[in-house]
């Protein structure tokens, strides 16, 4: 589908930053400091991991940026379905319920993708997904963005991340087995949870404070377009809003854990932060700094994000790469080698990617 909306330049190169990451950047690291002994790579490498419980690493950050930003271009548009009469709102609803329920299916599509392939029994398929949360969280900030004032919107934002931190501190203790978020999804999420885990990170309960990143999204998104053109009030505005959230997020974790797992409320003001600092940073080096090689290498990710990152699943990228660069591999010390396969992945990637780029296809839900 040829997308011909106005776009920003530094919120696609943003993206295609967040999605670098996860068509193969994680695997950079290890090899470079094999080979040069830095401990910047080491200290990168496990950066690159998720954490495993209570804690917050940058791989942590990768799947809450991408939603943040699905906001961001909401607010971008601005739009209001306030005071439309039902034929106009609609097509609108229409819409959004197709591009919710297509997120749904591509995200189980993705779950069963690595050589399995989609069960046979329903019972056996999961349901949750990184694409689905991204669905709905759009999906709800939107109809949120839509209908609601701004005031309200805030509120309904506040009102969400307290309400979760009271559930959860109440209804059991922040562990595996013991959150309720493990009770929600054993009696009410269909299907199977990753992992057969006694929750899933992308269950139910979860999925609600992730709205919140939607709406921090929009609100820099509005930010943005209020104050288009003016680059000192947009840096000024991201960065209050940035120390506000990470300064909040991290004393809440000393009574209420930062929890990637359980999408704990401190863990979603300390990813706003960060997303919102990261946007700063790329609004100085793309619109204002006009950094045109960094723009277009991560714009030609960007503009593609979902698409690639439904490649990973489907497509066994690394073996492409052996097959090109896997002869020249072997002659190199392993460390050398390892390196070289893995700069191939992220560039046949890349260069599929930039084809769509060039012709202007940007395919989206």
Not at 271 to 285: K, P, R
Not at 310 to 326: H, P
């Amino acid at each position: 589908m040829a997308n011909k909306k106005q776009r920003l330049a530094s919120v696609d190169a943003l993206r295609g930053f967040d999605m670098f990451w996860i068509i193969g950047g994680e695997a950079l690291f290890l090899p470079l400091f094999a080979l040069t002994g830095w401990t910047i790579f080491q200290f990168g490498h496990g950066q690159m991991q998720h954490t495993q419980w209570h804690g917050f690493s940058f791989y942590d950050l990768i799947f809450p940026l991408f939603i943040f930003l699905s906001g961001v271009t909401l607010g971008l548009a601005n739009k209001s379905l306030r005071g439309l009469p039902l034929s106009q709102r609609t097509p609108v609803y229409r819409k959004s319920f197709k591009r919710l329920f297509l997120l749904i299916l591509l995200g189980v599509l993705y779950n069963h993708g690595w050589g399995a392939g989609i069960p046979a029994d329903p019972g056996e398929i999961r349901y949750a997904s990184v694409l689905a949360r991204i669905g709905f969280a759009w999906f709800f900030a939107a109809m949120i963005v839509w209908h609601f004032g701004l005031r309200v919107q805030y509120a309904i934002a506040a009102t969400i991340l307290i309400g979760y931190w009271l559930l959860q501190v109440s209804a059991g203790p922040l562990t595996p087995e013991g959150s309720v978020n493990a009770w929600t999804d054993q009696h009410f999420l269909p299907g199977i949870t990753y992992q057969n885990r006694a929750y899933d990170p992308e269950g139910i309960l979860s999925t609600i404070p992730a709205v919140v990143n939607a709406l921090f999204g929009v609100f820099a998104g509005r930010w943005l377009a209020r104050h288009s053109g003016n680059h000192k009030a947009i840096l000024k505005g991201l960065s209050v809003g940035a120390t506000a959230c990470l300064l909040a997020g991290f004393l809440w974790h000393w009574a209420y854990p930062v929890n990637k797992e359980l999408w704990t409320s401190s863990f979603v003001l300390v990813t706003c932060g960060c997303c919102l600092l990261l946007l700063g940073v790329f609004y100085l080096l793309v619109d204002m700094w006009h950094w045109k090689a960094f723009t277009y290498f991560f714009s030609v990710i960007g503009c593609n994000a979902i698409l690639v990152y439904l490649g990973t699943s489907l497509i066994n990228w690394q073996y492409s790469s052996k097959s090109l660069f896997g002869g020249i591999a072997l002659a190199l010390p392993q460390a050398a080698g390892t390196l070289l396969v893995a700069c191939g992945v992220i560039l046949l990637q890349w260069l599929v990617l930039r084809f769509l780029y060039k012709r202007g296809i940007f395919i989206s839900p």
